[in-house]
């Protein structure tokens, strides 16, 4: 995993957005902003994930496999949708079998993109109520276990007035120290 600032320069979502100089962000950073993340090799990666859900309270998980030819005609609709700005009242959680793509979360105050690249190993805690969005990189495939921690569900809250007064996003700000 590696996460730095969004450029925010127009053009394919999917292509990496670095600034030259890049602009890295460390894991220090990222864990100020309730980001989690592990790195777990796939090869006997069951266990593993399973201390992880078991420590958070995740009970429930399914499988999710992005591509072209799996989603057919609604891919590029579905490509768009995820890389709406949004937000949950639930953690998202991934944990990244093959493939890869980028996770982009705002940074409060400032409002920045951090672009968090993901590959295969990865395994990543978007808390709630934080603004993000996500996209399948130049090799267009991602599968993914998805673990929650009720009933599987992924509901987005694109961010508007209604968003920023949610009480997951309030709370949220709270946690990393911003706002009342």
Not at 69 to 75: C, F, P, S
């Amino acid at each position: 995993m590696r996460a730095y600032y969004f450029d925010n320069l127009p053009g394919d979502q999917r292509l990496p957005h670095d600034y030259i100089p890049s602009r890295p962000v460390s894991g220090e950073k990222l864990r100020q902003i309730n980001i989690n993340f592990w790195q777990i090799p796939v090869e006997g990666y069951l266990p593993h994930v399973d201390a992880v859900a078991k420590e958070r309270g995740y009970k429930n998980r399914d499988l999710i496999n992005v591509t072209k030819e799996g989603l057919g005609d609604i891919y590029e609709e579905k490509i768009k949708s995820f890389f709406e700005e949004h937000m949950h009242e639930d953690e998202e959680i991934r944990y990244i079998l093959s493939g890869s793509g980028f996770f982009d979360v705002r940074e409060s105050p400032s409002d920045e993109w951090i672009r968090i690249a993901v590959e295969p190993g990865d395994l990543l805690v978007i808390p709630a109520g934080i603004y993000h969005r996500f996209t399948l990189d130049e090799n267009n495939a991602i599968k993914a276990l998805r673990l929650f921690q009720d009933e599987p569900k992924w509901v987005p809250y694109n961010r508007g007035p209604e968003t920023e007064a949610n009480f997951h996003r309030v709370e949220y700000l709270k946690t990393i120290g911003v706002g009342a």
